[in-house]
């Protein structure tokens, strides 16, 4: 039992990560698929699709800083907050992603035939990024609360 | 992946209403080459579903209502894709429904839909309603209405204008319910055909009237 709690900590300590880059993969495959289309029809402004479609990426980046926030010597009483906590944070930043993803795609999507509406598009993908922020800052604070 | 064809999709470009184009996005040969991205299987069922429901059919035209009935029972064995099953079941009854209409302003009685009765499942019930203006079907085709005033004031070309509108909608919900899967594809390939055939159209009309114009210059001189 011990054995399985500590394992459960090990999971959590890395799920931010881990779950965090599965979900930039998807999104920005997504997004960048939408952006390799779109540049088939545009003349121009090329580095502007690619950039958005590297938007979900910044889910990795809070996934590592929660790892590192989390990581601390494992034992029985700091492992199920791990867990829990990492887990959490983790699969909130690979929805995240994935829901950027489809965002960036869409505003790439609409705004190759109408450059003007291509900032207000990327409203959407701005707040999912919000959401993501919460679930990273708040995985930071309680992260301070798990004994070390 | 819910959604295969997001860089199919992005790559195409945006469609304006048709009656507001004035010249077609995206040619045939361009089309096509983006269209190869298309999945083996989605690619021939979308061409099925071209030459049997298109608005300029790629194929012959058959000849009868039978030939067309026999033709679009075989074609929907092939189909496996729900939202172009639907699609293909909407136009057919799109379809019969008009020649219900022409039939009865033509003077026939039930029995001339006889022929097509495999074709949709509102052929029996049109022949039991057949007195009513609309077959009794507007709440389902509110369209139905409007078509049958524009057939009773002989005015083809405001039908043709309210049948692509109707097929324009149609489509673009189909969109709705999947941006970037197999439905915007299809979606797609049969309003820029709307598109096409609204622009032939026109140009028609201005050949007409250009001939119009020589036959005048003509006479002047």
Known sequence: MDSLILILGWVGLYAPLALGAIGSMIGCVRAGSAACGALLEVESGYGRYIGVAAMPSSQTIYGIVVTMALRRELTLENSPGIFGLGLLAGLALLFGAIAQGDSCAASINVSKSKLDIFGISLAPAALVEGFCVFAFVFALVLAAGIPK | ?221
């Open chain 2, 1 to 221: 992946m819910a959604e295969p064809y997001i860089m199919l999709v992005s790559s195409l470009p945006y469609l304006p209403p048709f009656e507001q184009a004035e010249r077609s996005p995206i040619t045939r040969l361009r089309l096509e080459q983006r269209l190869h991205n298309l999945d083996t299987d989605d690619a021939r069922q979308l061409a099925e579903a071209e030459a049997l429901v298109s608005w300029r059919m790629s194929l012959a035209k058959p000849k009868t209502d039978a030939e067309m009935v026999l033709r679009s029972r075989a074609a929907m064995q092939h189909i496996s894709q729900p939202a172009l099953r639907e699609f293909i079941e909407f136009r057919i009854d799109q379809q019969v429904i008009l020649a219900g209409l022409r039939q009865r302003n033509a003077g026939a009685d039930a029995s001339a839909l006889e022929p097509i009765t495999a074709a949709s499942r509102w052929v029996r019930y049109m022949t039991a309603h057949w007195e009513d203006p609309t077959f009794k079907l507007t709440a389902i085709y509110p369209w139905i209405a409007q078509a049958h005033r524009y057939l009773d004031s002989n005015n083809a070309g405001a039908l043709d204008s309210l049948m692509m509108h109707v097929i324009w909608q149609r489509l673009g919900r189909i969109t709705e319910n999947n941006r970037f899967g197999f439905e915007a594809v299809f979606a797609f390939v049969f309003k820029w055909d709307i598109l096409q055939a609204w622009l032939a159209r026109d140009a028609a009309q201005a050949k007409s009237r250009f001939q119009d114009l020589i036959k005048e210059i003509k006479n002047d001189s």
